[in-house]
């Protein structure tokens, strides 16, 4: 899974001096951008990239607030 993590580093909210691309806790990943066309990015990324580590993401869970 951190070998796929870097896939997602673009984007992010700032959060004091840190940026925050991606919360993962468990089976739960939060990503987070500025605006939709970064998150759609990093959505597309991610799940193109879980592929090689033979999973998958469930998109019937997806949200975006």
Do not use: M
């Amino acid at each position: 899974f951190r070998s796929c993590v870097g896939c997602v580093w673009v984007g992010g909210v700032r959060l004091g001096k840190s940026k925050i691309a991606l919360l993962a806790y468990a089976d739960n990943i939060v990503l987070s951008a500025e605006n939709r066309e970064q998150l759609k990015s990093q959505s597309k990324n991610l799940i193109e990239n879980v592929k090689r580590l033979e999973l998958e993401i469930n998109t019937e869970k997806q949200n975006t607030w």
